[in-house]
């Protein structure tokens, strides 16, 4: 089908990525989804949405839509139901994700380094982890705190040298682990040589290797807008260009339509493969293929919040860099790969992560770390209820041939448990229905550092407390805005990324043990009680469930692999618990979940006895307590 502003919205539909754009679409506008099911709507042509929207669908939105209808993403038909998963090591493994600064510090200059790694190691082999995903460790400015790398192939000093990182990896592998990277190559640090030689002049060999608008100096090419607020575009003056950066001004992106830079990509990919990485994940990868430098339609920059997005999440050339990828550096090793995806959605992870295109193992898809309607920016409960249904969607939708990555937290976002209730008291139980969800889903669990303790978010009341470059950014553009310094933190000392990277509180030691100098960053709230020490000393702790969850999930191939059934989905009676069997080869496995605050009802499901193997109030009781969750085997 080829798709014109005459198409209607229900042919919209049969497309992959129609589907996943009008889902996204909904879910930023909190609009039901409902909404395009209905005949009617779905009768309207795209050419109608000029009137309907009262001009807000331009024809610049229908142009770049259509095109994004048009584009090579191809049908993949699903795998039939009940068709087993093929087995691979990452797809049982737990990852555990290391923000390095904020982990452990060996040296005592206040920021975490990789012999503090090194020396928890045995900390997290006991915790029952897999593979180690480090957050960037390279040489870095520092400007979004090591996303802006200066050089793929050093060590920032703060964290060690090359002998620091091979002793580390040693020391993972001893233990059975493995170690991924990040890979942040959809931009450099404007300090990176590649970026200093490419501003030499439109002829050095390098110029190619970044993105380039001619144009004079008070007007930049068009009206992209970086992620992280303002223009998109710094003017050079020796080369009397502009240069694209979607993120921070000194974070550049890289033109990935320039063969010679792929190929030092990919170089530097087997450089550290060959060292003897286990496997990347890969930073906004999604974004490395632009489809020119037309203007962004404003109706997705107010939506989506991102002016341009629609010309770089999905780009013309991105299955195709993402083939050459895997065939010039990753297939003669064996390696797991996590896409950070950011506003693709599940049709789109099909076509980037079914086994037979070869590209990625798993996405990051982010539809759940905020409810419909909402950001980080903006306090608000999250409802668990909405997550229920995002899980319910991946996990019945995405495909055997596919693999889902299972987290609720990371380095970019507030911490869940403290999003989805204030009340210290529940945060704990909060965790463990987390905890129980992760590890009883199909697909990889990434444990963010942190998350085995339950921590909440932080405080940040004054602009000088804040690290990230985001919130600053954000703080600055709304004081010149007129706001109150007061007003202007109440937004970005709410929704900084800072509240995730709060130094990792091991004991109620001075600094919590995680330095014996200054902490760069705030320690996390409540660390005097909510520590690893205090928390492997206390059998009822978050961390002795995360521990036992984790060893469930190892012992029982039905929990990693079986198929997921789940039940009550349908009645109003029950619509407060998220319940369903995992079942593998005559293993099978219940979970109830209570996705309130309150005390319910518990569904009583149709099926042999049920013995309790992990409860996060104990054991069960005669009802569900306030975000109780239990896994039984049935049988
Ligand atoms: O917060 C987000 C996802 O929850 C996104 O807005 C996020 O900024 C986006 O997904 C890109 O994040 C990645 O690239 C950035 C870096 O600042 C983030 O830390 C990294 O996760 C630029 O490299």
Known sequence: MVYTQKSTLHEVLQSPLGRDML???????????????NPLVGAVPLSALKTLSGGKVDEAFLTSFTALLNRDGGILPRPAPGVRPARAWWKEAVVYQVYPRSFADASGDGVGDLAGILAKVPYLADLGVDVLWLSPIYDSPG?????????????????????????????????????????VVNHTSDEHAWYREACRGRGDPRHDYYIWADGTPDAPPNNWQSLFGGSAWNWV??????????????????????????????????????????GFRMDVINFISKDGLADGSPLLADVAGMCGVEHYFYGPHLHE?????????LDPYDTFTVGETPALGLEAARLLTAESRRELDTVFNFDHLDNPGKNRYTPYAYDLH?????????????????????????????????KITSDPALQPAAAKLLAAVQMTLRGTPFVYQGDELGLGNARFDTPDELRDVEAINRYQALTAQGKTSAAAMA????????HARTPMPWNGGKNAGFTAGTPWLQLTEGWQRTNAAAEQADPASVWHFYRAAIALRHAHPALVYGEFQPVFTRSRAFADVFCYFRTLDGERFYVECNLTAKQVRRPAPLCGRLSPVLCSYGAPAAALRPYEANVYRVG
Request: aromatic share 12%; hydrophobic share 40%; net charge neutral.
């Open 491 to 498: 937004v970005a000392g709410y929704g900084t990324r800072d």
């Open 23 to 37: 889902n996204t679409l909904l879910l930023q506008t909190g609009l039901p989804a409902a909404l395009v099911q």
């Open 321 to 329: 860099y993402l083939r050459e990828m895997r065939r010039e550096a």
């Open 386 to 418: 909405e997550l229920k249904k995002y899980l319910l969607r991946w996990q019945c939708g995405l495909g055997a041939d596919c693999w889902q990555s299972l987290f609720f937290d990371n380095h970019d976002n507030r911490r869940m448990p403290g």
């Open 143 to 183: 400007d979004d705190c090591g996303y802006d790398i200066r050089d793929y192939q050093k060590i920032d000093a703060p964290f060690g040298t090359l002998r620091d990182f091979d002793a580390l990896l040693a020391g993972v592998h001893a233990h059975g682990m493995k170690l991924i990277m990040d890979l």
């Open 237 to 278: 003056p020796s080369c009397g260009q502009w240069a694209l950066h979607l993120f921070s001004k000194k974070q550049m992106d890289l033109n990935w339509e320039c063969p010679a830079l792929r190929a030092e990509v990919y170089a530097m990919m087997r450089w550290w493969l060959a060292r003897g990485v286990d």
